[in-house]
């Protein structure tokens, strides 16, 4: 237990009672239970959901109330508590709060300060710096607690930290802080997992490990933050927007652009066999002499992507959204995804930008070639090394607002398993008409919106899938 730092209960925490039982409860997780605590442990405990304070401080207001009890209990109290991860610890100079850590699982732990004066330390490269309400908060994925600042000043220890510095170093460079405080940042910014203690070579432990040098600061910041175990946040179906905004619409409301309709397939048409088209799937990046034509890729968008049921919001039940059911899944029955299409080569239909109506089953006239168009297909087209364009480009957009409104911490990472969803499906069915189908592992969001028209943050592209006619061969 650290004698330097403010302890208060971290924010969500809250004491309860069940009988005799003192019990403390922090979000979903399992309620700490305290036996028929007496004077001094109901004294520490309210201090520490009221006031907060120094553990010696603390531990002196509850042995007032019950003189008897012996010291050693009350820090043991302390110590399961910091143990279950209900403690935030203050970071308090001349009386003002500087800064707060606030665990967000119960696997944190309070790292110890190096005793050598002399060691140095470094910010980790995953280290984030962001705003949350009227505070800055410092985060870093490879812990399980965030630093809330109080004084922006602070803020500079990143900058400061980006190369090797040692506690005096570090004061020396932010004269506003006194040593000891200096200590205590540092010793927070360790516990966060944010800084590290330098070898001789001015390295930290993560410039060393093999998997953490292959990992990119945006992938290992989104995988710790869409998954639980290692962050406080909601996760899930929350709704946490159904009393502040209206939800996204079912169908993407039609634009001005006139319509083409696809024709649809014959119900009763026989394909090859399933597993036949399972084993024979395959990455094909050119296609043939042959063009694509309007009738298979009419196919190809009913078996992929039309509705084929829709239910309608019920006006009494506001958490009972507008849904529909397609060929592909989607979480919630939401399906934010939208196809649209670049049609360069295709039989029966002119080359433009086009959208699915997924409702109507046809395409809606979004513009005609130019140099964003043509940007998307080159871009495609370095993706895959084609040597020529794709007959049509299938750009996966995404309505984000349509699954942010019901889900929290999972949004983008549900939207890539929807567009992995769709790439197979596209596969299956492009397969099964003998198409030349390939999936892309890239593309430019930036250019996307501007050639559809679309707001980047609203609605803008997550998957490209190039398509063909049919291959010389495989």
Not at 47 to 55: I, Q, S, V, Y
Not at 288 to 314: D, F, I, Y
Not at 420 to 448: I, K
């Amino acid at each position: 237990m650290n004698s330097n730092f403010h302890l208060r209960f971290c924010p969500g925490a809250r004491l309860l009672t069940e009988g005799e039982d003192w019990l403390i409860a922090r979000g979903v997780e399992s309620a700490l239970r305290h036996r028929a605590p007496g004077p001094a442990a109901r004294t520490l405990l309210q201090a520490l959901a009221e006031t907060g304070g120094l553990a010696d401080d603390l531990i002196a207001r509850a042995q007032a109330a019950e003189p008897d009890v012996a010291g050693a209990i009350l820090y043991y109290l302390l110590n399961r508590l910091e143990q279950r991860g209900r403690l935030s610890y203050g970071l308090v100079q001349d009386g003002q709060r500087l800064a707060t850590l606030e665990p967000m699982t119960p696997a944190f732990r309070l790292a110890p300060l190096e005793a050598d004066s002399a060691a140095s330390y470094r910010l980790s490269r995953f280290a984030t710096l962001r705003r949350d309400g009227d505070r800055t908060l410092i985060e870093c994925p490879l812990g399980h607690a965030r630093l809330r600042l109080h004084d922006g000043r602070l803020a500079a220890v990143l900058g400061v930290l980006a190369s090797p510095r040692t506690v005096t170093t570090l004061a020396a460079d932010l004269p506003e802080l006194t040593p000891a405080t200096a200590a205590g940042l540092i010793q927070l910014l360790m516990s966060l997992q944010a800084v590290f203690v330098c070898d001789d070579a001015g390295l930290i432990p993560e410039d060393r490990d093999p998997a953490l040098r292959q990992w990119e600061p945006h992938d290992l910041l989104f995988h710790a933050r869409s998954r639980m175990g290692r962050h406080d946040a909601p996760v899930g179906g929350t709704f946490r927007f159904v009393d502040q905004l209206p939800h996204a619409p079912a169908l993407k409301p039609p634009g001005p652009g006139r319509r083409v309709v696809l024709p649809r397939p014959d119900p009763a048409g026989v394909g090859p066999a399933f597993f036949a088209v399972v084993e024979s799937r395959r990455s094909i990046r050119q296609g043939g002499a042959q063009p694509l034509t309007l009738e298979q890729l009419g196919t190809l968008l009913w078996h992929v992507a039309r509705v084929q049921s829709h239910r309608p919001a019920n006006p009494d039940d506001p958490r009972q959204y507008a849904s529909s059911l397609r060929p592909v899944s989607g979480g919630g029955a939401m399906h934010e995804l939208e196809l649209y299409l670049t049609v360069t080569r295709c039989t029966g239909l002119e080359p433009a930008l086009y959208r699915y109506d997924p409702g109507a089953h046809d395409l809606e006239w979004i513009a005609a070639p130019g140099a964003a168009t043509q940007g998307l297909v080159n871009d495609a087209m370095r993706a895959a090394a084609m040597e020529t364009p794709p007959d049509v480009l299938i750009t996966l957009a995404a309505r984000f607002e349509r699954l942010s409104w019901k889900y929290e911490s999972i949004v983008y990472a549900l939207i890539l398993k929807h567009v992995g969803v769709m790439y197979q499906q596209l596969y299956l069915v492009a397969t099964a008409l003998g198409l030349a189908p390939c999936a892309l592992g890239a593309g430019n969001s930036e250019r996307f919106a501007a050639a559809a028209g679309t707001l980047y943050h609203e609605e803008t592209s997550v998957g490209e899938f190039a398509l063909s006619g049919p291959p010389e061969s495989f």
